[in-house]
Every structure is written in structure tokens, then in C-alpha cells.
């Protein structure tokens, strides 16, 4: 290990966004609310990538991807599967895809994110927002 990855560690996952009922019932109020701010910027990440990170339940992740970069909150399962990001459908995780010019959809899966430990706040979402 290198004294860079020790110093700033870092891991190299695959994104998957997915639906989550959370974020959906929270997104029909104040996309500015807390309540939607905690179920959409947020990651899920396997515990060993957690602990690879140097982080705890809660505490915040930049994610970065040749698209995009965004600080959310990083929580840990045994039920994720290691090496891959599960982030709700949400504008934090759409600021981390491609969007193709040729109408065409976005990939949402399976693209390369680099994770890194934060002591930034998250990404507030005036900063995700064509308001």
C-alpha cells in the first residue's frame, strides 16, 4: 500500500442506482427538505468497503466518476454486495451518470466511482438543482 492510499484511502467501486420507497414518498414534498436530503444523498455500501474507507454508519463519502462528483452519507450492510454502490434514484446519484445526447437513457449501472472519506458536508441539493 502506497503511503497516498494510506493517507487518502480510496475505493474503486461499480454505482447502481436503484428506486428506493423512502426517497419516492419523500421526493413528493420539498426536494430541499432534510427528510429527502437523508434518504437521497446517501450510499450503501458493503461493511469491509466501509471500513476500507476508514468511515462509520453516517459519516460522509466523496463519489466521483468521470461525470460528476458528490459528498453523501455512506452506511454499511452484510446484505450489499462488495465492490458495488447502491444510491436511490435521486439527483445525487444523477450527477454521477452520463447523460448520452442522443436521448438515449442514461447507464445506470455499472459505472466506475471512486470513494473517497469526506469531513465535506453533503452535496446540498441548490447545487444539483436547475432551480
Known amino acids: 500500500m502506497a503511503l497516498g492510499d494510506f493517507l487518502f484511502p480510496h475505493v474503486e467501486l461499480k454505482l447502481v442506482i436503484a428506486h428506493s420507497f423512502e426517497t419516492d414518498i419523500a421526493s413528493t414534498g420539498d426536494k430541499t427538505s432534510k427528510e429527502y436530503i437523508e434518504t437521497a444523498a446517501r450510499v450503501e455500501l458493503h461493511k469491509s468497503d466501509l471500513q476500507k474507507l476508514g468511515l462509520q454508519d453516517g459519516k460522509n463519502t466523496n463519489l466521483k466518476t468521470k461525470t460528476g462528483s458528490v459528498v453523501v452519507s455512506a452506511f454499511g ?55
Open 77 to 131: 450492510s452484510d446484505k450489499a454486495t462488495e465492490g458495488i454502490a447502491v444510491m436511490p434514484y435521486g439527483p445525487w446519484a444523477m450527477a454521477l451518470v452520463e447523460v448520452p445526447s442522443d436521448d438515449s437513457p442514461p447507464v445506470m449501472h455499472g459505472v466506475h466511482v471512486t470513494a473517497t472519506r469526506s469531513d465535506e458536508k453533503v452535496t446540498l441539493p441548490e447545487a444539483l438543482f436547475s432551480l
